[in-house]
């Protein structure tokens, strides 16, 4: 699967964003396909090289990102990376609450963080963490058509349950992003 | 942070997450000429110094009252030793927010604030150890208490150093741990009178020190739900303005609108808004210092022209006089720009990046709100009791101004869709 000329364009957008903020700044990148996500991700790795990425899907027993800035390396507590985040949408009111009331310690962070959200999970964090959503250095669209039926049988409800299987790692496992997608080789389960 | 001198620099220096502080609030500041900010400012140099006034300040999300109130502060720094408060930089749960915490946190910060080691060797005289001694007595006896494991300052230390460690302690003990958090709340409610006398008693030891009465700067509380701020500032309203220091509370807007309001007020010195940049006045007519308010916002920042002036107008009309939108609008335009390998930002850019957040707010909205939206760009009544007009104000479809009496208007980047629709003239 290809990104569209507007998608390439927006992904170029973002990662002259994420390349050239010095202090905190938080974006949201739209997607809804898996494939397409995928495909994205894959290219922004490559071009914010050498920034390093880390990564956070919330979960039921992950839902608080601030702890998870937190168990970030010294290291990278001093350097600048790219967070991303996955399933926001999935999260509990308790994440909104989080997003919306400590966005002051989200910005006391040198980090970039980048929320992979659906087009229902844009609106909700616009009306749950409003605060939050009014910081954004802006929205990256990589939304399809979805009359395609190949696109259909890459939603991201089916990917939801592919995810799950990798969630806990990735969840748990505090390592640069690029580093465990080459050992994965592609395996991503998405 | 310096002005920009290229499109990189412009992608750092329009920054929306902070506000602005230290050098750029001298050099990036832009003075909005605000009615409201002037008398606030000449409401606190008049008042005798022990005559405490304690004041409202709310405007809509994004209008800019952090960089005003960090302004305020930069401005009455000779008037008044000025303690800032953020609930959420000491990372408190804000969704279980209670008064007391509220006190409990602004005792904190001024014990931590009137015992720094620069604050304290700047000082004439040294504040009476003994005052400092109380409170750590106050700290270790009825704060933490017998129940609460913390850890003791170093017996050696000063008790201004003790002090400032116990500050420390609670801040972290406060924000990290929910039974210690219940514990101290339920022996603080008990004891409000006994902190709000320590509050007083440092204020006053400042005060004598200093020669400056004691400003708390309050802020976050305008990020409280509205039901959560209502039984705040309502229920506790005497005792957020018991002590004797002057303080500026920031309120969500919503609550500004509430009928509940008058009561609320009624424990207040005073209540300040701040209203959103014009770009027109309620006739139409542009108007003309509000154009170049917000322009100053953009040229301030930049040391070249990096802009074309019709890119910059665009941006203007299309932040509707919010600010932080203005930032977020210029700085898309400024890496939309770069992405495309270009020098300056054109109008291409302006427009591109414009289509972006009418995208994201024309998201939020709901078939029947372009009704709503189209009435009041017809009759620009602010309808504080109507629930659907106050909905669209708090999602920033409405946008709030004021010359004499406050008008709303619909948010410019929601107006092609109003005259796609026939709902507002072309």
Redesign the interface.
């Known amino acids: 699967m290809r990104l569209t000329l507007n998608a390439r364009?927006d992904l170029?957008?973002l990662?002259?964003?994420l390349r050239?903020?010095?202090?905190?700044?938080?974006a949201f990148a739209v997607y809804n396909t898996s494939a397409i996500r995928d495909v994205a991700l894959k290219s922004l790795q490559r071009l914010l090289k050498p920034i390093p990425i880390f990564d956070f899907t919330f979960s039921s027993n992950q839902r608080n990102p601030?702890a998870y800035l937190d168990t970030l390396p010294p290291k990278a507590g001093e350097r600048r990376a790219v967070i991303i985040f996955f399933d926001v949408e999935r999260a509990d009111d308790?994440v909104f609450?989080i997003l919306?009331?400590?966005?002051?310690?989200f910005?006391?962070h040198p980090h970039s963080l980048v929320f992979w959200t659906t087009?229902v999970g844009?609106?909700q964090l616009?009306?749950k963490a409003?605060?939050f959503w009014?910081?954004?250095?802006?929205?990256f669209?990589f939304t399809v058509k979805q009359e395609d039926e190949a696109i259909k049988n890459t939603s991201p409800k089916i990917q939801t349950l592919k995810v799950s299987g990798t969630k806990r790692a990735r969840s748990h496992k505090v390592k640069p992003m690029r580093q465990k997608e080459k050992r994965k080789k592609g395996k991503r389960g998405t | 942070m310096a002005k920009a001198k290229n499109l990189t620099d412009m992608v750092r220096v329009f920054d929306p997450v902070q506000p602005l502080s230290g050098t750029e609030l001298t050099e990036f500041y832009v003075d909005r000429q605000s009615e409201s900010l002037a008398q606030m400012e000449t409401r606190l140099r008049v008042a005798r110094k022990d005559e405490p006034i304690k004041l409202l300040f709310t405007g809509q999300r994004g209008c800019g009252k952090s960089t005003e109130l960090a302004k305020l502060a930069h401005n009455l720094r000779r008037h008044y030793f000025i303690v800032p408060f953020s609930v959420q930089r000491q990372r408190w749960p804000m969704v279980e927010l209670t008064y007391s915490d509220l006190i409990l946190g602004m005792a904190s910060a001024l014990f931590r604030h009137a015992t720094e080691q620069q604050i304290i060797t700047h000082a004439p005289a040294q504040i009476l150890d003994e005052a400092f001694d109380d409170i750590r007595l106050f700290f270790e006896n009825t704060i933490f208490g017998p129940e609460i494991s913390y850890r003791q300052p170093n017996r050696k230390f000063e008790n201004s150093v003790k002090v400032n460690a116990l500050a420390v302690e609670l801040q972290t003990k406060f924000s990290a741990e929910g039974v210690t958090r219940d514990g101290i709340r339920k022996r603080l409610e008990q004891r409000m009178g006994e902190l709000i006398g320590k509050i007083d008693m440092m204020a006053e030891q400042v005060r004598v020190k200093y020669k400056r009465p004691v400003l708390f700067l309050v802020e976050d509380t305008d990020k409280l739900d509205l039901e959560r701020a209502r039984a705040i500032f309502l229920g506790y309203g005497a005792t957020l303005t018991a002590m004797h220091a002057s303080v500026i509370y920031t309120i969500p807007v919503g609550l500004r609108y509430s009928t509940d309001f008058n009561a609320i007020q009624s424990h207040f010195s005073d209540s300040f808004f701040l209203p959103n940049i014009r770009l027109k006045h309620k006739d139409g007519m542009r108007d003309h210092d509000g154009y170049e308010q917000l322009a100053n916002a953009i040229t301030n920042r930049l040391a070249l022209p990096l802009i074309d002036p019709v890119a910059q107008t665009a941006l203007l009309e299309a932040s509707g006089g919010l600010m932080r939108v203005l930032i977020r609008l210029t700085q898309r335009a400024a890496v939309r720009a770069l992405a495309q390998d270009r020098e300056r930002v054109t109008l291409a850019d302006a427009q591109a990046s414009i289509e972006k957040d009418r995208g994201d707010l024309t998201a939020m909205l709901a078939p029947v709100d372009y009704a709503t939206l189209a009435a009041r760009h017809l009759d620009k009544r602010l309808m504080s009791g109507d629930a659907a007009t106050q909905q669209l104000l708090h999602a920033l479809a409405l946008l709030e101004y004021r010359n004499g009496d406050s008008w709303c208007d619909v948010n410019p980047l929601l107006l092609p869709s109003l005259q796609e629709l026939g709902l507002a003239a072309a």
Do not use: I
């Not at chain 1, 050239?20 to 938080?26: F, L």
């Open positions: 364009q170029k957008e990662s002259v964003l050239h903020t010095e202090r905190a700044c938080w601030l308790k609450g919306e009331t400590q966005r002051e310690t910005a006391d087009p844009r609106v616009a009306r409003p605060n009014a910081q954004r250095s802006g929205t669209d």
